[in-house]
């Protein structure tokens, strides 16, 4: 999976690995402003009150 | 016979890709719970502070605003900073990095009333982590709330370290599930526990031991000091 994207992004081994480094970051970002805030509540880890739910 | 070797290869070593990432997107998950939003919950609190602490010196047009917040929580057994607390104890209230204060199931007192019990709920982990040292809290210490105009010094006389979310009596004007049954001026700090998950609930109650009025410089009352 990931030797496939690699041999498959443009450019000499430089560009790649830079290219590379874009797209972990923007997956980080995806799933830090996204998915998880998202899927925090869902789990069990941070009901703090009393209520009875 | 070894193209189809091949093939099966190629798609264990896929599984094994996909199993990696999965690892290390539980790791940044953790990362996010942990640290994350502590960084983005403690900001959005040092801001507000600020603003209520700008409106107490400078009130402008229009009175009392319970909105922004209501005052702070000082517990030197926490260690460190004041907790500002706000009305409600909904996850757009609580993610913040404040402590709320219950208006349902059971509507807490606020500490200027004559009697009543005044309920909170913060963080353990995460989203600034406000009550992540209540297991520090041992009788006899002090739980100070700082409103415009009063320190209400609270004395720490009862702790439960576990029980349901289901256990709302907890919050009940007068607590009788902490041995009292005298209508008094009580506080009552929930959270979950054990830490990192939210299994049970922990609760603190605490009495009103002495009020003093706020001077100009805001000295703060000897518990703190």
Redesign the interface.
């Known amino acids: 999976m990931y030797g496939w994207i690699w041999r498959h992004l443009p450019g000499n081994a430089f560009v790649r690995a830079l290219i590379s480094l874009a797209l972990v970051l923007g997956t980080v970002y995806v799933l830090f402003q996204y998915v998880f805030p998202w899927a925090e509540p869902l789990l069990p880890f941070n009901d703090v009150t009393v209520d009875g739910q | 016979m070894s193209r189809a070797r091949n093939r099966i290869a190629g798609l264990i070593?896929?599984f094994g890709?996909?199993l990696i990432t999965a690892g290390l997107?539980l790791g940044?998950?953790v990362v996010?719970?942990l640290w994350?939003?502590n960084v983005l919950a403690d900001r959005a609190a040092d801001k507000e502070g600020a603003q209520v602490r700008g409106e107490w010196a400078d009130p402008g047009p229009g009175a009392l605003d319970t909105k922004g917040g209501l005052g702070f929580l000082h517990v030197p057994a926490f260690g460190g900073d004041e907790i500002l607390v706000k009305q409600g104890?909904g996850?757009t209230v609580?993610n913040n990095g404040v402590a709320g204060y219950?208006t349902?199931?059971i509507k807490s007192a606020l500490p200027q009333d004559k009697q009543g019990n005044f309920t909170l709920?913060?963080?353990?982990?995460?989203?600034g982590a406000k009550?992540h040292n209540i297991h520090k809290l041992k009788n006899g210490d002090p739980i100070v709330f700082e409103s415009k105009d009063t320190w209400y010094v609270y004395k720490v006389y009862k702790t439960l370290p576990e029980?349901t979310?289901?256990?709302?009596d907890?919050?009940q004007q007068v607590p009788e599930e902490s041995g009292r049954t005298e209508p008094g001026r009580y506080i009552t700090l929930?959270?979950?526990t054990p830490m990192?998950?939210?299994?049970y609930?922990y609760?603190v109650w605490g009495e009103l031991a002495r009020t003093e009025k706020v001077d100009a410089e805001r000295t703060p009352p000897a518990e703190l000091r």
């Open positions: 070593s896929v890709e996909l997107v940044l998950f996010y719970s994350w939003t104890t996850s609580l219950y349902d199931p709920a913060a963080h353990r982990d995460g989203h009550f029980t979310k289901y256990n709302v907890v919050l929930t959270t979950c990192y998950t939210s299994d609930r609760i």
